[in-house]
């Protein structure tokens, strides 16, 4: 420990300034530890110290006579500032002031050693001193559901506010994790935990799901509580303004339909009588709907009483089925080198490969179809129906857009409940739009609450990411209901049916790499219109990918017509061509491009044990 002493110290009364004298007149401590110095008063009269009541210095002796040596005694600095302090020796009308100054405390100090966080997850905020700068390091273990916005103090600075973000907690467990601070260069490292409790909900456990298949004169009840599981929840924002309430009226309607006959659902009153508009009241009360007539897509949304049922307003919105397909009907368990399962309406596949073997897809069957096609094998441009994109991360089918696409394919007309078309400036129909509601010469970045309530509306930017929050759609949305982690659990916003979710590159690892080197399986071209994949002879149709390729006021959307899928862990793509497949990362999927999906069968879902 350095004490330094500077020269004689200045006198009040310079004519009589040898009646009076201290060593110093600056006490300068260089570090924050406690230490002790001497110093030395001398004096003619009998002499004192007044203190400036710092407390955290002291005397060997605070009055004395004639010459004296002195101790003064600096306890250690908890501060991350550095402190001053002054003390002055009095002797009759002399006094000789003396300032103390002593370093700060070099490191880091965490207000407490525990902290929580609600299961619903959210922020947490975690108050940190430190004056040097420090790194935070996260548990692997724990990084798949809690992430910090800030990693690293700037030098300086006293205290700091870290906040973490907990996803919500859907492992039915409380879990924790033991976040450190820590400094190489000062051998910094200090711990504090952080625990999400739990309310038992599962993933596996969370009311129904983002799409339903119906038969024909089928009947199914859905609750609205997936609309509160988003806005109550991280990832919504906490909007209370979204969260239906047990008092709150809602209402769910058609936003449109693929197919004009008017019958092709209808909702279901408390009484089982047909209305056009289901409503309830709260999140314990569900709405009804039975498929009356032809096969078809439907889409419909949860929005409000009192509100109109347009884009902005929707809290929710599922995607409705109706196909003779039934791919739940098969109870078969997968056999070696048995790779098509006949259920009723089509098949079910299995795809050669280790994953099909002993991997996550052991126990597993996907569809032979695209989601919400009504057959597997495609009639070309003048055969719409069924033709669904997907942008990567959102849960709603995006229909072709009427007449924007550059001679490519035909555009499908949509309609109302009714079997009415819909007109150009219906506020449904947003089939027909060719972006968003904002100039597409804007670098204005989408959230994913504005997907929520425009959930049929085309949406692109010159961006690689179509999300404000680049890092979770790159590899969130679709991939688990926790960020970056490898659990294959199905997401929150995944768009298949229930007891189905769509498939991750790992499904398709041994498909052919080109035609001269097929590896397990081989694609072949079927017709002009479709790819077949051996050996369980899936189809593949070709109207492939939809994407935005100008940048004017009036965009035109064109088609790749080779084959694309989107596949859920880290937005890899599935890419079919007359020579060549290919899986490969690609960053579009993750912007204005919109793609079909296959769903594989969720062995963890209760629906399939």
Not at 249 to 274: H, K, M, S, Y
Request: charged share 20%; proline share 4%; net charge negative.
């Amino acid at each position: 420990m350095t004490l330094a002493m500077s020269g004689a110290a200045c006198t009040t009364d310079d004519t009589d300034s040898a009646a009076l004298e201290v060593s110093t007149d600056k006490v300068l401590v260089y570090s924050a530890e406690a230490t002790e110095e001497p110093f030395t008063v001398t004096s003619s009269q009998p002499w004192s110290i007044q203190t400036d009541d710092a407390g955290w210095y002291s005397f060997s002796a605070t009055s004395g006579t004639g010459t004296q040596k002195l101790t003064i005694f600096i306890e250690a600095s908890e501060e991350f500032d550095i402190r001053t302090a002054t003390f002055t020796v009095h002797a009759g009308s002399l006094s000789r002031t003396v300032a103390i100054e002593q370093n700060r405390k070099v490191g880091v100090e965490i207000q407490q050693e525990n902290y929580e966080v609600a299961a619903k997850g959210g922020t947490v905020e975690i108050q940190v001193g430190a004056n040097i700068e420090y790194e935070v390091e996260i548990p692997e273990t724990a990084q798949a559901w809690l992430s910090v916005a800030t990693t690293k103090s700037s030098r300086g600075l006293t205290v700091e506010n870290l906040l973490f973000r907990a996803t919500r907690n859907y492992s039915g467990e409380e879990r924790s994790a033991e976040i450190a601070i820590t400094s190489e260069t000062y051998g910094v490292h200090e711990t504090f935990t952080v625990t999400q409790l739990t309310d038992g909900i599962t993933e596996a456990s969370i009311e129904g799901s983002n799409c339903y298949m119906l038969r024909q004169n089928d009947t199914k009840a859905i609750l609205v509580t997936r609309a509160n599981n988003f806005w109550d929840s991280a990832d919504g924002g906490f909007n209370t303004a979204n969260v239906i309430g047990e008092n709150d009226e809602w209402v769910v309607d058609v936003i449109w339909q693929d197919q004009p006959d008017g019958n092709l659902i209808r909702f279901l009153d408390a009484d089982g009588n047909e209305v056009k508009q289901a409503s309830g009241t709260g999140t314990e009360e569900p709405f009804r709907i039975r498929a009356n007539g032809a096969k078809g897509n439907v889409l419909i949304g949860l929005h409000r009483k009192g509100t109109e049922s347009v884009s902005g307003n929707y809290l929710w919105s599922w995607h409705i089925w109706i196909t003779d397909y039934n791919p739940d009907a098969c109870d078969e368990r997968p056999s070696a080198g048995k790779y098509i399962y006949d259920v009723p309406g089509g098949a079910v596949h299995r795809y050669a490969g280790d994953e099909w073997t002993g991997g996550i897809y052991a126990d597993a069957f996907i569809m032979d179809r695209n989601l919400g096609a009504l057959k597997t094998v495609w009639g070309g441009k003048s055969d719409p129906e069924g033709v669904f994109l997907y942008q990567y991360g959102r849960k709603d089918p995006i229909p072709v857009p009427q007449g924007c696409f550059n001679n490519t394919m035909t555009g499908a007309t949509f309609y109302d409940i009714d079997g009415n078309p819909l007109a150009e400036d219906d506020p449904n129909n947003t089939t027909s739009l060719t972006v968003a509601d904002i100039s597409p010469k804007e670098k204005t970045q989408f959230d994913y609450f504005y997907t929520v309530q425009h959930p049929a509306q085309l949406i692109w930017r010159r961006n690689r990411y179509w999300s404000t929050d680049e890092q979770r759609t790159g590899t969130y949305l679709w991939h688990s209901p926790i960020p970056n982690a490898d659990t294959h659990e199905k997401s929150l916003y995944d768009p298949c049916p229930e007891g189905w979710k769509l498939a991750e590159i790992s499904a398709f690892a041994d498909f052919s790499v080109d035609a001269d080197n097929p590896a397990n399986g081989t694609v072949t071209k079927l017709d002009d219109e479709n790819f077949e994949y051996a050996p369980a002879k899936a189809v593949f149709p070709k109207y492939g990918t939809m994407y935005n390729n100008s940048l004017n006021a009036t965009p035109k959307w064109m088609f790749l017509r080779t084959v694309s899928y989107v596949l859920t862990s880290n937005s890899y793509l599935l890419n079919i061509s007359e020579s060549r497949v290919s899986l490969t990362d690609s960053g579009y999927s993750t912007s204005n491009r919109y793609y079909p999906v296959r769903c594989v069968r969720d062995t963890d879902s209760e629906r399939n044990n």
